[in-house]
C-alpha cells in the first residue's frame, strides 16, 4: 500500500463517526470542475472514467462542469458550487488570495522522470522565420488566458523582466481564450507566436509526453511538426488537485486515494486527467505554491 494510501487510512479511521457531527453534513452529490484549455467536449470525454469512477467511490451522483474559462472552475470552488477541480498553480494561488479557507491541494501530477514541474512553452509555425523570441519582435503574440499560470503569469513576467514592456516588444498581445486556442491559432496563422504547456520530456513531435501541446497532438488538432519551439521558462511547480475545505472528511479521503491510485488502478483514464503520459499523481501542499501565490499577489497589486 502507498504511504499516502496508509495515512489516509488512518486519518479516516480517526475522523468517521464524526464526520457529519463535528464538521460536515453527508453530501447528496459531487460536482467537478475542469478547467479550460480544449473545447468542452473533449473535457468531458478525457475525464468521463474519472467521473464514473469517483461516483461508484461515493455513492452519489458526480457531474462534471466545464466552464469557457478558468475564472468559471475559480469562481465555482470561491462560491460552494464545485466540490474538486485540477487548477493550475495561479488559479489556485488567486483561490487563497480571495478566501485560504475555500480549498485544500492535495495531490499533483508526477512526471516520468519523478518532477513536479512542467514548463510556459512560446512557439511559433516553423515556416514563419520565427526561430527565437527575438524574432517576435513586433510581432502579434498570444498568451492563453489570464487566470493560467503557463499561460500567462510566469510568461508573462519572465518576458516581461528580459525584453521590458509586453506591448512594446511585441506588436500585438491577445488572449486566445484557452491553451488549445492558442496552439491552433498559432498554427493557423491567427498569431506570430504564443505560448502554451508541456512537461519538457519526450520529443517534441509528440508534443512532449503531457500537457497542451500532447493533447492538441493526440486529438489531431496540430500537426507538431509544423510548429517550432522558440522559448521555454523556468521550471514551474505542477499546479494542485484541491478539495473544497467544507467537505467531510471521509469524502475528500476517498476522493484523494482513488486519484492517488488511479495510475495502477486505470493507466487509460489517468492519461486523460494527466493530459498525457505520467508517472503518478503525488501528494502535495500549500508551501509548494508559496511562491506564485507571492508572484500573484504582486501582480494583482500592480493592476
Not at 23 to 40: H, K, S
Not at 90 to 106: F, N, Q
Not at 201 to 218: C, I, P
Not at 260 to 282: I, M, P, Q, R, S
Request: proline share 4%; with cysteine; charged share 20%.
Amino acid at each position: 500500500m502507498k504511504p499516502l494510501a496508509l495515512a489516509l487510512a488512518a486519518a479516516t479511521a480517526l475522523s468517521s463517526g464524526l464526520t457529519s457531527a463535528a464538521t460536515a453534513q453527508p453530501i447528496t452529490g459531487f460536482n467537478l470542475g475542469i478547467m479550460g484549455g480544449e473545447n468542452a467536449q473533449d473535457r468531458m470525454t478525457s475525464n468521463e472514467c474519472y467521473r464514473a469512477a469517483i461516483e461508484a467511490e461515493l455513492g452519489v451522483p458526480v457531474k462534471v462542469f466545464t466552464p469557457a474559462d478558468y475564472d468559471g472552475v475559480i469562481q465555482g470552488l470561491l462560491g460552494g458550487t464545485l466540490d474538486m477541480a485540477w487548477l493550475g498553480a495561479s488559479g489556485y494561488a488567486k483561490i487563497h488570495l480571495t478566501d485560504p479557507e475555500a480549498v485544500e491541494p492535495v495531490l499533483t501530477k508526477q512526471n516520468m522522470d519523478g518532477s513536479t514541474g512542467y514548463y510556459a512553452i512560446g512557439f511559433a509555425r516553423k515556416d514563419s522565420g520565427i526561430a527565437s523570441i527575438e524574432d517576435a519582435r513586433g510581432k502579434s503574440f498570444a498568451f492563453a488566458e489570464p487566470n493560467s499560470t503557463s499561460g500567462y503569469l510566469v510568461p508573462g513576467a519572465e518576458l516581461a523582466e528580459t525584453h521590458g514592456k509586453l506591448e512594446d516588444f511585441f506588436g500585438q498581445v491577445r488572449f486566445a481564450g484557452g491553451h488549445e486556442q492558442a496552439i491552433i491559432g498559432v498554427a493557423n496563422g491567427d498569431f506570430d507566436a504564443g505560448v502554451s504547456w508541456a512537461d519538457g520530456l519526450g520529443d517534441w513531435e509528440d508534443g512532449y509526453n503531457s500537457g497542451a501541446f500532447r493533447k492538441a497532438a493526440d486529438a489531431g488538432l496540430v500537426e507538431m511538426n509544423d510548429l517550432v519551439e522558440i522559448w521555454k521558462s523556468k521550471l514551474i511547480p505542477e499546479g494542485p488537485m484541491v478539495l473544497r475545505k467544507a467537505l467531510p472528511q471521509e469524502v475528500k479521503d476517498k476522493v484523494t486515494k482513488l486519484t492517488a491510485d488511479l495510475h495502477e488502478t486505470d493507466k487509460a483514464c489517468a492519461y486523460g486527467v494527466a493530459h498525457g503520459e505520467a508517472k503518478d499523481f503525488v501528494p502535495v501542499t500549500h508551501d509548494a505554491y508559496l511562491g506564485v501565490v507571492a508572484a500573484r499577489k504582486l501582480q494583482e497589486s500592480a493592476q
